[in-house]
């Protein structure tokens, strides 16, 4: 089974800057990566897939980058509402597909 | 637009069986797979099970022969039946839309999520 870790745990960034969040995987999953979004209360909405591709209606601020072990997910201009937790998920071996822990993304 | 709304579960005892049913609104129901995830307290996201409109069903080894899914297509629906259940089945519950072909397997519309708790 494929481990993700993500890090960090919690980024502190002030609205309008840039964040950068990791997600690394135990072995190689080619480019089958997503990220997703989740803010309390809410269902988890996609963001990126293929590693590098923006789900439809994901706003241009929001990249991936990475293959095989290390990915990358960038906010730029950070927006109010792009405050919450993000997590990756890989879909190269499985079943089962694997989820990182989360990373939360808080107002400095 | 697609969403999906998911009722169920809630306060169960040790043992007794845990039912969820995730309805599909908009978009077709034929041409994706549907997918059950939970989240335990503090514990990162877990794949439970697929189910497709055929009926066919994979799900993960980890919850053996406790996990029966079925799919209602008249009312465009599907669902989750848990048996058994433990305290370590406590978490939220999710139903999910998923993307499944020989280059993807991603969920790209969710459900808002069904909170189960296991006590005596």
């Known amino acids: 089974e494929v481990v993700l870790t993500q890090s960090p745990a919690t980024l502190s960034v002030s609205p309008g800057e840039r964040a950068t969040l990791s997600c690394r995987a135990s072995?190689?999953?080619?480019?089958?990566l997503a990220w997703y979004q989740q803010k309390p209360g809410q269902a988890p909405r996609l963001l990126i897939y293929g590693a590098s591709t923006r789900a439809t209606g994901i706003p241009a601020r929001f990249s991936g980058s990475g293959s095989g072990t290390d990915f990358t997910l960038t906010i730029t201009s950070l927006q109010s509402e792009d405050f919450a937790v993000y997590f990756c998920?890989?879909?190269?071996?499985?079943?089962?597909?694997?989820f990182g822990q989360g990373t939360r993304l808080e107002i400095k | 637009q697609v969403q999906l709304q998911q009722w169920g579960g809630g306060l169960l005892k040790p043992s007794e069986t845990l039912s969820l049913t995730c309805a599909v609104y908009?978009?077709?129901?034929?041409?994706?797979?549907w997918r059950w995830i939970r989240q335990p307290p503090g514990k990162r996201l877990e794949w439970i099970g697929d189910v497709v409109y055929s009926g066919k069903t994979d799900q993960n080894p980890s919850l053996g022969s406790r996990v029966t899914m079925s799919v209602d297509t008249s009312k465009n629906q599907f669902s989750l039946n848990l048996t058994s259940v433990t305290a370590a089945d406590t978490g939220v519950y999710y139903c999910?839309?998923?993307?499944?072909?020989?280059?993807?397997?991603?969920?790209?519309?969710w459900g808002k999520g069904t909170t189960v708790t296991v006590s005596s």
């Open positions: 999910a839309r998923t993307v499944l072909n020989w280059e993807s397997d991603y969920m790209d519309v």
């Open positions: 998920q890989q879909y190269s071996n499985w079943p089962p597909i694997t």
């Open positions: 072995q190689s999953v080619s480019n089958n």
């Open positions: 908009g978009g077709s129901f034929s041409s994706y797979y």
